[in-house]
């Protein structure tokens, strides 16, 4: 029988999925997804993690009890840095120790750690190490890697053609519609993907025929561009490139409006969400800052969706909501 590898449907699913699976099914494994995030998976998570954690925190340990009696393994790696000289959130790096912290009898637990600020051979490393787990053949673990990474290649450029994760994964290219004009929704990838934590929101907006752009969207050698000019380097990954898109979508993609999903509790987002808008509003340009925890009601987004939608419709007003 195929060894099951457990992949929870939370946090960086949404960036590396293709690649994940990719590797482990070439080495043979069986990849078994938690379920679509729901109530008992928010509540789950809710209730056995600690009580500081953002709410992407608390969701991905609810996946973790989702599939924990399913497999074999569970695929937590430890994320120090994805990109040269920069890092990412501190939580990445201790995820793996916070879920066997936090959630009883747990199979396996695959901790691989990343850090690719200096040089690529911690990815060497956590390739090989991962890899012998399910096999002694080091070609084969080379020809699983580099598959992976073709799989990751072909993802983002179907995101950069404007299809959300989700959509990527089915090999779409994008929802076809007749859009009426562009809004820029920027966010982290597992809140604004997630359509449970998100309350569908790309959904409702392109079903008012706003073509929605998310930071994903945005080709990553633009958003570097970009990031370039910025008047000090920064060296979060993640907040680099939402400040760099909201940029990119008011200057070059002629954004109506801007949307910011943040997480309560989020360290980040409450930095990196002042300056964006801060110039958002030197610009004139409508923003709108969406804030969410595991309390928030779906009926109250949607009355600030809507009236952040019909005030771009009634003449782009330059008040922030
Ligand atoms: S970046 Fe923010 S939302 Fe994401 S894991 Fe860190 S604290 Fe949570």
Redesign the pocket.
């Known amino acids: 029988m195929k060894p099951r590898v457990g992949i929870p449907r939370a946090l960086l699913y949404y960036n590396y999925f293709p690649m994940w699976e990719a590797f482990f099914k070439e080495l043979g494994a069986e990849v078994v997804l938690s379920d679509l995030t729901n109530k008992k998976i928010l509540d789950d998570g809710v209730n056995c993690s600690v009580d500081d954690a ?1 709410l ?2 608390k969701v991905f340990h609810g996946h973790i009890i989702n599939l924990k009696d399913r497999v074999d393994y569970l695929f937590v790696p430890r994320l120090i840095s994805v990109e040269r000289n920069e890092y990412i ?1 501190p ?2 790096c201790g995820l793996p120790d916070m879920v066997l912290n936090s959630v009883r009898e747990l199979p396996t637990v695959i901790d691989c750690t990343i850090n690719l600020r200096n040089s690529y051979s911690s990815l060497r490393k956590a390739v090989l190490d991962v890899g012998r787990l399910f096999t002694s053949d080091y070609r084969r673990i080379y020809m699983a890697y580099r598959k992976a990474a073709q799989n990751l290649k072909f993802f983002e450029e179907l995101m950069e053609n404007g299809a959300t994760p989700l959509e990527a994964m089915r090999g779409c290219h994008s929802a076809k519609g007749e859009y009426r004009y562009p809004i820029g929704l920027i966010g ?1 990838p597992y809140n604004i993907y997630d359509n449970y934590v998100s309350m569908r929101i790309i959904d409702k907006l392109r079903d008012r025929g706003i073509n929605v752009i998310t930071q994903d969207m945005i080709c990553s050698t633009e958003l570097d561009r970009i990031a370039r000019g910025f008047s000090k380097p920064m060296f979060w990954s ?1 907040g680099k490139r939402i400040m760099a898109a909201s940029r990119y979508l008011i200057d070059e993609r002629q954004a109506r409006g801007i949307i910011y999903l943040v ?1 309560f ?5 409450a930095l990196v969400g002042d300056l964006v808008e801060r110039r958002i509003r030197k610009r004139g340009i409508p923003f709108c800052l969406l804030t969410i925890d595991e309390h928030t009601g779906e009926a109250g987004i949607d009355t600030r969706l809507e009236a952040f939608v019909d005030m771009l419709e009634w003449g782009g007003a330059k008040e922030c909501l």
Not at 265 to 269: E, K, V
């Open positions: 953002c992407p925190i959130c939580k990445f982290h993640f997480a509790g989020c360290g980040l987002d």
